[in-house]
């Protein structure tokens, strides 16, 4: 059902407001969309816990506000602080439409949005711990979905298993509102594809936020398993250590990798791609994701990909067509997907990758990810972008 329009003043920018348990996933994952809006002068806020990418940000044409989320606490307090300081920005702000991501903006972000009057989408970026455990802290979240969902006008889900897993646990009050938006899409210009390596060596790269739950533990056993049989395999690992997540890996234990010579770590980059240039494959051996954007770069570079057979990792890799899929947290499982890469030809992989890059052209363009925002936004505000 379609909620009429809200009226917006002839000659008054339009305002959209992003907010998120960390303002680098929208720099990292939402330029696209940024660059879009600001290019046809939408006021755009991003709401999130201040970081490093404040600056890029704002450089953007963003206005970007600093918001309180406890990401690992189970605090109520802290939470209550959350919704506050939410509600209290979309009063000043008074955002059309305001575009929620990750679990407690989604729970919370959803209730202050009704409170202030606020139009709003939630954005299920990937369910996390929520629906790999089964704690009471997961049984809390789930009856907190329910009761928060009911009030955006939209909820998109990334990947069909998702949207599956929600509507299923009857957590969709309106069930007539969830949107399968099939991940948020991919700048194919900027993802060009790159030549293979030309090496005697075969690199292996996992590229992420450095969490259990991404199957990093299972990686790191999968290289010890494969250095002796492989001398010249590589396994490299980069992204950020120490993050504001329960499932976060501290940076001693990857030194303590490193001094072992199982891997290398590569610290955290804000550019990705000579990183998937200079690697042969690809990998990722999460336990669930929304739809992984480190793997759809790959695809799109032309690497071919090892990850688990899980919801949103499988929206990308079509196993044996332009990557492998192995078992959820099985280090040997993996280990065997990652010989059977290395034992392929040079020739082998390269076909592999080029599959990857076509698949990802077809189902992943992120131009038509930001259509589908401007689309949304016109019929919510009567303004055509």
């Keep these: 059902m379609k909620s009429s329009p809200a009226p917006?003043?002839?000659?008054?920018?339009?305002?959209?407001?992003?907010?998120?348990?960390?303002a680098w996933a929208i720099y990292t994952y939402r330029q696209g969309l940024i660059r879009t809006l600001v290019a046809r002068g939408v006021e755009v806020t991003v709401i999130a816990p201040r970081d490093r990418t404040f600056e890029?940000?704002?450089?953007?044409?963003?206005?970007?506000?600093?918001?309180?989320?406890?990401?690992?606490?189970?605090?109520?307090?802290?939470?209550?602080r959350t919704l506050w300081a939410l509600y209290r920005h979309y009063r000043a702000?008074?955002?059309?439409?305001?575009?929620?991501?990750?679990?407690?903006p989604n729970i919370y972000g959803s209730i202050a949005a009704k409170l202030a009057g606020v139009a709003s989408v939630a954005v299920t970026t990937g369910l996390g711990y929520v629906f790999i455990q089964s704690s009471r802290t997961a049984q809390i979240a789930k009856k907190l979905y329910r009761f928060a969902f009911r009030f955006p006008r939209e909820i998109w889900f990334l990947n069909r298993d998702d949207m599956a897993a929600f509507t299923?646990?009857?957590?969709?009050?309106?069930?007539?509102?969830?949107?399968?938006?099939?991940?948020?899409?991919?700048?194919?210009?900027?993802?060009?594809?790159?030549?293979?390596?030309?090496s005697n060596q075969v690199t292996f790269i996992l590229i992420g936020r450095l969490l259990w739950d991404k199957g990093v533990?299972?990686?790191?056993?999968?290289?010890r398993q494969l250095r002796a049989r492989y001398p010249n395999a590589r396994f490299q690992l980069l992204g950020p250590v120490g993050v504001d997540n329960p499932s976060a890996i501290s940076r001693e234990e990857v030194a303590a990798?490193?001094?072992?010579?199982?891997?290398?770590?590569?610290?955290?980059?804000?550019?990705?791609?000579?990183?998937?240039?200079?690697?042969?494959?690809?990998v990722l051996p999460s336990y669930r994701e929304g739809v992984p954007r480190t793997l759809m770069e790959a695809a799109a570079m032309g690497r071919?990909?090892?990850?688990?057979?899980?919801?949103?990792?499988?929206?990308?890799?079509?196993?044996?067509?332009n990557g492998l899929l192995c078992e959820a947290k099985s280090a040997a499982s993996l280990a065997e997907k990652m010989a059977q890469m290395l034992d392929m030809s040079g020739a082998a992989r390269r076909e592999m990758g080029e599959r990857g890059r076509q698949k990802v052209a077809a189902e992943f363009d992120e131009r038509a990810v930001v259509e589908r925002y401007t689309d949304l936004i016109r019929n919510l505000t009567g303004v055509s972008l």
Aim: overall charge negative; hydrophobic content about 40%.
């Design 8 to 22: 917006t003043p002839v000659g008054s920018a339009l305002r959209i407001s992003l907010v998120c348990n960390t």
């Design 56 to 80: 890029p940000l704002a450089q953007m044409g963003c206005r970007c506000v600093d918001l309180p989320v406890a990401s690992k606490g189970t605090n109520p307090r802290d939470d209550l």
């Design 93 to 104: 702000i008074r955002p059309h439409v305001v575009f929620h991501y990750t679990i407690k």
């Design 168 to 198: 299923d646990q009857h957590l969709l009050v309106h069930p007539e509102r969830a949107r399968l938006l099939h991940g948020e899409g991919v700048d194919l210009e900027q993802f060009a594809p790159t030549p293979m390596p030309e």
């Design 217 to 223: 533990g299972e990686y790191v056993d999968a290289a």
């Design 257 to 282: 990798w490193e001094r072992e010579g199982v891997i290398e770590y590569g610290g955290e980059a804000h550019d990705v791609r000579p990183f998937i240039a200079a690697a042969d494959c690809v």
């Design 304 to 321: 071919p990909i090892v990850a688990t057979d899980v919801p949103g990792c499988r929206e990308v890799v079509a196993n044996g067509i």
